[in-house]
């Protein structure tokens, strides 16, 4: 069975721009979560999603919005790049909302100048 | 909010010896879950080991073991026979296992870099 994807793996953005980040999970995962990890903050939670509906949300500026479809993929979008907003984005997904273990796709660098 | 603590930022080992790697969390909940999380050099994250907090027997995957203390709240990572492949920094992570409404975001600690030395 494959495993988490995201796309893109690496991209470079300019500050003021927006970038949508995908993530595709797990064939059967209905669940899926963002997390972004920088060297300074380390791994923060930014969504939870699951069946299309965000269950909960980190502590991250409006920037910092998501969505899921039908078919569990998801996306996550930041608007009005920062400079600090340069970091690892990693998606999860779990089986279903209360499913215990959650595995981590190879998460896509952003990188804002 | 529940807090994850990881007082080694570094350890090194050496092949074939075993090295302990300490977390400590902090949580009012009764229920939830502990897991250890491996990120190599390609930054993917690997599950390694999960415990349930109402499990009193301790995980064990292989080479890989925990030491769960949930009145001390203490959950230490045992690796036994270290190998190369066993370079990385490793994290340490909390989920509530409670309301759904709340949802089940993992808590993670700042991490420990483990050094294999041949």
């Known amino acids: 069975k494959a495993g988490v994807t995201q796309t893109p793996r690496y991209l470079i953005k300019t500050r003021g721009q927006q970038v949508t980040l995908s993530c595709s999970p797990i064939?059967?995962?209905?669940?899926v979560s963002w997390y972004q990890q920088t060297p300074g903050q380390g791994l923060q939670f930014l969504f939870e999603y699951f069946s299309e509906t965000q269950r909960n949300k980190g502590n991250f500026p409006g920037r910092f919005s998501g969505r899921q479809f039908s078919n569990s993929r998801s996306e996550m979008n930041v608007s009005t790049l920062e400079l600090g907003d340069s970091a690892l984005y990693l998606c999860?997904?779990?089986?279903?909302?209360?499913?215990?273990?959650?595995?981590f796709g190879p998460g896509t660098r952003l990188t804002v100048l | 909010a529940q807090t994850v603590t990881q007082s080694q930022p570094e350890m090194s080992v050496q092949e074939a010896e075993t090295v302990t790697l300490s977390c400590t969390y902090d949580?009012?909940?009764?229920?939830?879950?502990l897991f250890w999380y491996k990120q190599p050099p390609s930054r993917q994250m690997i599950l390694v080991i999960r415990?349930?907090?109402?499990?009193?027997q301790n995980a064990t995957e292989n080479r890989f073991s925990v030491n769960f203390q949930k009145a001390a709240k203490s959950f230490s990572l045992k690796i036994s026979d270290s190998q190369l492949g066993d370079a990385a920094m490793y994290f340490c992570?909390?989920?509530?296992?409670?309301?759904?409404?709340?949802?089940?975001?993992?808590?993670f600690g700042k991490g420990t870099s483990l050094l294999v030395t041949p």
């Open positions: 992570a909390y989920r509530s296992a409670g309301s759904s409404n709340s949802g089940y975001a993992l808590n």
């Open positions: 999860a997904s779990s089986l279903d909302v209360g499913y215990a273990e959650q595995f």
């Open positions: 949580t009012s909940e009764s229920d939830y879950y």
């Open positions: 064939s059967g995962h209905r669940s």
């Open positions: 415990q349930e907090a109402y499990k009193q």
